[in-house]
């Protein structure tokens, strides 16, 4: 008998971060909270689906064991994703947000959250329901506990370190 559970299943458990001194979502849309399952069971995270993707100074980290393993794009460059790219996160922290040309987050630092989605992004608002297909910008961007689907990821000058 085939399984009815249309839950979104997420690859692994490692715990992924992204760092960026920008992160730019080209033509975004934010779906919401959802779950989805891992292998230790289900979590809610944060879903953007995008056209594209691009990270200045990219930073991907994952730990395993006691060793932090990091992905980084050469210095002064920008990491890209093309297709539709859907990106799953736990938590998104940043300095300064922008959807479309207009700033929405008050400056200082903002934490997004499944616990805490803020009026302006949420799909349950008008405005925001009406603000679908913008482009998301994130200063400062650190993304928690990640999964990037979908798209062709390019880091340039790519260099791999451990910490």
Known sequence: ???????????????????????????????GVVTVRTATGRKRLLKFTARSLRAADLDLAVRRGATTWH??????????????TTLYAEEVVGQALRLGGRTVAPRGRVV??????PQWLSPAVPAARNARHRTITIEGAA???????????KVPRPHIRTT
């Open 112 to 117: 997004i959250s499944p616990n805490s989605v």
């Open 143 to 153: 993304l928690y506990r990640i999964r990037l689907t979908g798209g062709n990821l």
């Open 71 to 84: 992905l980084t794009a050469g210095a002064g460059t920008i990491a890209t994703a093309g297709g539709p």
């Open 1 to 31: 008998m085939a399984s009815t559970d249309r839950t979104p299943v997420v690859p692994a458990n490692d715990t992924w971060t992204l760092r960026s001194r920008r992160l730019v979502l080209r033509d975004a849309e934010f779906a």
